[in-house]
């Protein structure tokens, strides 16, 4: 699995997670490592089709 996979599928929990948390702080701090995650891979993507 490369990163940017491995990253994205990441986001996708945290997501997930944000949609059940039953607080404010927790729901921003899970939306928040999902854009990290998601930024990160994008990254990672675009170095490797840069060559």
Same mark, same amino acid.
């Given at each position: 699995?490369?990163?940017?996979?491995?990253?994205?599928?990441?986001?996708?929990?945290?997501?997930?997670?944000? +949609?059940?948390?039953?607080?404010?702080?927790?729901?921003?701090?899970?939306?928040?490592?999902?854009?990290?995650?998601?930024?990160?891979?994008?990254?990672?993507?675009?170095?490797?089709?840069? +060559?």
């Amino acid at each position: 699995m490369d990163w940017d996979d491995y990253l994205r599928q990441q986001a996708v929990m945290y997501l997930q997670l944000a +949609g059940k948390a039953g607080d404010a702080v927790n729901k921003q701090e899970l939306l928040d490592l999902a854009a990290v995650c998601e930024e990160v891979a994008n990254n990672i993507e675009d170095r490797a089709s840069s +060559g």
